[in-house]
């Protein structure tokens, strides 16, 4: 399978490919999604709740994306892989959000970066495009800002919430990004916004009228169980396999069940001779 580039996944638009994306945050995983076809990789500041045990994504900082995204770009040959800003390291300025965007590129081997907002970071887009740093958009529901929206709630579900959307997600088109994340906003709008604009929109709790779709892959497989959103569908449930698998070995363990001998390495020479050896 060839590399997919920037390019590649805008022209995934309207080709009737359905753009997949899921989140990935070390080596052994992005090689298996790698593996099976998965279109993109995004290593999502996600990462805060699902691996570090943050109660959000807030506090997640630049040098804990990058080494995510550093283990993520060693694992996939394949899918296009998209760093995530976190919170804080592109509000500041343009030449801030240069930086870090940069960083993403040069020392973690991202393809591209993604951030959150509509308007009010159209400037940082603007000058990260200039700069050389491919940039997704994130709009509807940003978990980086959820307490400003009132919390995780479905936005856009009014006439002006839905207009303030739209100004939005053409106005990220304008400043350059080449494809919108569109999340937890009711089905109808995110059809009526992928007909409005012409770079891909991907959706995750946006319904099926969108030219891709994203969830959180410790959700889609069934790794974190503290909450599952109402958008998810859970494929699989690896949590009460992997627990399951824990206590058959603590078990085997105790009763000498685990290892037995063929796990393990046996020589032609007797050693029982150590045991007389005086300790010196």
């Given at each position: ?51 570090l045990g943050y109660d959000s994504t807030v506090p997640v900082t630049m040098e804990e994306m990058l080494h995510h995204a550093r283990a993520v770009s060693r694992g996939t040959e394949h899918a296009l892989v998209i760093g995530d800003m976190p919170f804080g ?192």
């Amino acid at each position: 399978m060839k590399k997919i580039t920037v390019k590649d996944f805008r022209e995934m638009k309207g080709s009737g490919h359905i753009i997949s994306m899921l989140t990935a945050y070390d080596a052994s995983m992005a090689r298996l999604l790698d593996q099976a076809g998965v279109d993109s990789l995004l290593v999502g500041d996600s990462l805060g709740m699902v691996v570090l045990g943050y109660d959000s994504t807030v506090p997640v900082t630049m040098e804990e994306m990058l080494h995510h995204a550093r283990a993520v770009s060693r694992g996939t040959e394949h899918a296009l892989v998209i760093g995530d800003m976190p919170f804080g390291s592109y509000q500041v300025s343009v030449e801030q959000a240069i930086i870090n965007g940069t960083r993403f590129l040069k020392e973690a081997g991202c393809d591209c970066v993604k951030l959150e907002g509509g308007r009010e970071v159209c400037a940082a887009v603007q000058g990260l495009v200039r700069a050389g740093v491919p940039v997704m958009g994130h709009i509807g529901l940003t978990p980086q800002t959820a307490g400003q929206l009132g919390g995780f709630k479905v936005q856009g579900k009014d006439m002006t919430a839905a207009r303030q959307l739209l100004a939005d997600a053409q106005a990220l088109e304008q400043a350059g990004a080449f494809a919108l994340v569109l999340e937890a906003v009711p089905a109808p709008l995110a059809k009526i916004l992928r007909q409005k604009i012409s770079v891909p929109v991907i959706g995750i709790g946006a319904g099926p009228d969108c030219d891709g779709q994203v969830l959180v892959v410790h959700d889609m497989l069934g790794l974190f169980e503290k909450f599952t959103p109402k958008f998810v569908k859970q494929y699989c449930h690896l949590a009460p396999d992997i627990t399951q698998g824990v206590q058959a070995y603590l078990q085997e363990i105790q009763t000498g069940d685990f290892p037995a001998e063929e796990h393990s390495f046996a020589v032609q020479e007797d050693f029982s001779a150590l045991l007389a050896d005086k300790e010196e």
